[in-house]
Structure formats: structure tokens, C-alpha cells
Nanobody
Framework: QVQLVESGGGLVQAGGSLRLSCAAS????????MAWFRQAPGKERERVAI???????AYPDSVKGRFTISRDNAKNTVYLQMNSLVPEDTAVYSC????????????WGKGTLVTVSS
């Protein structure tokens, strides 16, 4: 059974940093693209970072230069380092795993709440 468990969320002041972790089990981690998504109240879910099986990464303009995704295949863990946080970054952050040829994400974590105060 595949499990993705996020941790590291919390309350932080604007300008601060947080590092999220996502521990995966039940899948061959290195063969999956790993991504972080976020969803704020009343807004659509947004992908904020992806690291593919070659460790190539991509970010939307909204977080580029502030967020960094990294993966440790030996630990079956993907991280999201978030710097220079702003209140608009407040959301539930979830990690997801996607088989490269699937075209989407196959497995999802339950998410962790990040709240950025002004």
C-alpha cells in the first residue's frame, strides 16, 4: 500500500522559511516523478514544484526563486524548501507521486497546513 506522509507545516511570519518533508512508502520511489501541490481556501489546486526521475525540476512563476524541491531516493523522501514566504503562500501543501508515462499523479498525501502571517 502506497503512503505519502507530509510533515513540516506550521505558522510562520512573512519573510520566513519552512521546509516540508514527504516520506514515501510502498512504491519504487526513484521511478516516480515527485511533486508538491498547494490549495488555498476557495482556490484551485496549484502545482508548486516537481522533480522528475532525472531530478530535473520545474516551478511556476509564483514561487520560482523562493521554493526549492529536492529528493533523496535513498530515504524515499522529497522536500520543499520555502523561503521568503508571503501570506499568499498560505495553503495546504500536499506531495504527490506520478508514474512518468501516466501524465498525471498517481498517489497523493493528505497534506500539511502552512500559514504565513503578515
Amino acid at each position: 500500500q502506497v503512503q505519502l506522509v507530509e510533515s513540516g507545516g506550521g505558522l510562520v511570519q512573512a519573510g520566513g522559511s519552512l521546509r516540508l518533508s514527504c516520506a514515501a512508502s510502498g512504491l519504487h520511489f526513484s521511478r516516480y516523478n515527485m511533486a508538491w501541490f498547494r490549495q488555498a481556501p476557495g482556490k484551485e489546486r496549484e502545482r508548486v514544484a516537481i522533480a522528475d526521475t532525472n531530478n530535473d525540476t520545474a516551478y511556476p512563476d509564483s514561487v520560482k526563486g523562493r521554493f526549492t524541491i529536492s529528493r533523496d531516493n535513498a530515504k524515499n523522501t522529497v522536500y520543499l524548501q520555502m523561503n521568503s514566504l508571503v501570506p499568499e503562500d498560505t495553503a495546504v501543501y500536499s506531495c504527490a507521486a506520478g508514474w512518468p508515462t501516466y501524465g498525471g499523479m498517481n498517489y497523493w498525501g493528505k497534506g500539511t497546513l502552512v500559514t504565513v502571517s503578515s
